[in-house]
């Protein structure tokens, strides 16, 4: 399809870029900060969301609105009941029950049909390029269908994505038979041992193979990647990838960077449950790097028994710690019951030191606080950029997807972090079973190993502080994720080009 933008529009001499995120809101949050950050850069962009999460994301939508970038929101109508799905099931984090995830990922093909009708019935140019997640593989589909060049966005970290290659290359955990046992990840630039449960992706399980083989053509046949990570955090990681995928790869991160006030720190995926400006207040009551955060993502949650184990462990590490505070990320009590009555109780407890969030925090403002020392964090890649990011070191615990490489990543190879010990994986994002949880105890150590530490503890805060200048850098103007940016815009203009030629 070539670019036919009609003179008259006002966007008709830049590159008009589709994005198609996941629907999901680790996938959503960094692609909105894509399209802002592609739109600065030059490019007239098109994200593609439905109404359930365009409700979600309004305030986000707005914002940008009022920033007048060339970015348009258009909703499809998500295929919930015809896929099986209870209505308004539009996002992963409302998939009520483990066996309707399946139908939830073969439902999404089925916005195929009305991304091209909208595209044939738009006013707007036609697109120079699609932009996919790499989980929305019927966007290539689409792509290849109407001549479009696409570009596959990868959310996770170089490392897990790396690891999965060579893991999947090597045909390796074929000959491993025992789920716990460590074996090294052949191929890797630095040598990092995994357990089988722990690496093995969703999407190689039986019964999974056509969504499996769907994914790994959307991959062969995009010409480039984008991805969420900077050079200078995974040089070695990327380089090796770039050799395997013979193709461009360009790491843009760490995307959260984009958000430089207030405003747009705070307003990130949903509605915050907190006044922000009771929030920052409290924080700024705190002493610098004395507040550790406490969150697991959007998706992951504990039991009851859980919640009170890990309430356990952050009361008796204010007990070890005359220092400490912490804000602790709650989304358990959302649906009342004894829950909701034990963390009253908890949060009269804990009064002046902890604060306790029900529901969705306002995270990257948190992390970017300067009395924020300390993260416990379920590891999800975007969670663990925007520690990284901030300088901010972690207390892992990972449960399932990339999480438990991530981990690794952080621990072992980059050395800013501290295992709360979890080994077993969530059955599903937010099914755990009694053996997968941790206890009060290893809560309390690893919270007071990240925030005090002794002189490992300071070596761990030197290196992430390292790394947050590095992430500035890479983001700032002549950066390397920032030139990765303009890079893109040069190759759907190339493509304009090539298009007008012919
Ligand atoms: N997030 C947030 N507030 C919350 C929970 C999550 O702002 O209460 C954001 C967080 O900053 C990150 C994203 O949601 O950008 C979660 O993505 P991640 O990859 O860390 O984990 P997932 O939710 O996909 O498991």
């Known amino acids: 399809m070539p670019n036919q933008m009609p003179i008259n529009h006002p966007n008709h001499s830049k590159p008009h870029l589709i994005l198609v995120p996941l629907m999901a809101q680790g996938h959503m949050i960094p692609m909105v900060d894509l399209a802002g950050l592609l739109a600065a850069a030059g490019a007239f962009v098109t994200f593609i969301t439905t109404p359930v999460n365009a409700a979600r994301i309004r ?11 060339p970015v348009q929101f258009v909703e499809l109508c998500f295929p919930a009941v015809e896929a099986g799905l209870p209505a308004g ?4 984090d409302l998939i009520p029950s483990p066996d ?43 792509a290849k269908e ?11 970290s170089c490392f897990y994505i790396l690891c999965s290659l060579l893991l999947k290359k090597n045909q390796v955990l074929k000959t491993i038979a025992d789920d716990f046992e460590l074996f090294p990840v052949p191929g890797l630039p630095e040598p990092v041992e995994v357990m089988k449960a722990q690496v093995f992706r969703w999407m190689d399980r039986p019964g999974w193979e056509k969504i499996s083989e769907e994914f790994y053509a959307a991959e062969e ?107 602790w990320v709650v989304k358990e009590v959302e649906k009342g019951g004894e829950a909701k009555k034990w963390m009253s109780e908890f949060e009269a407890e804990i009064e002046g030191r902890g604060m306790v969030i029900q529901g969705w925090a306002p995270q990257e403002l948190i992390l970017t606080h300067v009395a ?95 790394l947050k200048e590095k992430a500035r850098t890479a983001t700032e ?26």
């Not at 109407?146 to 996770?156: D, K, N, Q, R, T």
């Open 100 to 142: 309707l995830f399946k139908p939830f990922m073969e439902s999404l093909s089925l916005l195929g049909p009305q991304l091209k009708l909208h595209l044939a019935a738009s006013s707007a140019p036609p697109p120079d390029c699609i932009v996919f997640d790499s989980l929305n593989s019927w966007a290539s589909t689409v």
């Open 221 to 327: 046949s995009a010409q480039g990647i984008i991805m969420n990570t900077f050079e200078e955090l995974e040089s070695s990681g990327l380089e090796v990838y770039r050799r395997e995928m013979g193709k461009t790869i360009w790491p843009v991160g760490p995307l959260s960077l984009y958000n430089k006030d207030v405003e747009s720190q705070a307003v990130r995926g949903n509605a915050s449950s907190v006044d922000t400006q009771l929030l920052v207040n409290w924080l700024e009551s705190k002493e610098p790097k004395s507040v550790m955060f406490v969150s697991f993502g959007s998706l992951a949650r504990n039991p009851f028994s859980q919640l009170v184990e890990i309430g356990r462990g952050l009361k008796s590490a204010l007990s070890s710690l005359s220092s400490l505070s912490f804000i």
């Open 59 to 69: 305030p986000v939508i707005h914002r940008i609105e009022r920033s007048g970038l």
């Open 146 to 156: 109407l001549g479009v060049p696409h570009l596959m966005f990868y959310g996770p």
């Open 477 to 502: 103007e002549g950066g390397s994720s920032s030139e990765n940016l303009k890079d893109i815009i040069r190759f759907a203009k190339q493509k304009i080009s090539a298009c007008d030629e012919a």
């Open 89 to 92: 099931c539009e996002n992963i």
């Open 372 to 466: 924020v020392g300390g993260f416990m964090t379920h590891c999800g890649w975007n969670s663990t950029l925007e520690a990284l990011a901030t300088g901010v070191v972690m207390a892992t615990w990972p449960r399932f997807g990339d999480q438990f490489l991530n981990e690794k990543l952080v621990v072992d190879v980059l050395k800013v972090g501290v295992a709360v010990g979890a080994k077993i994986p969530t059955l599903f994002v937010n099914e755990m079973s009694e053996e997968a949880q941790v206890k009060g105890e290893k809560v309390r150590k690893a919270v007071v190993e990240v925030m005090d530490g002794g002189k490992e503890g300071e070596a761990r805060r030197r290196r992430a502080g390292e």
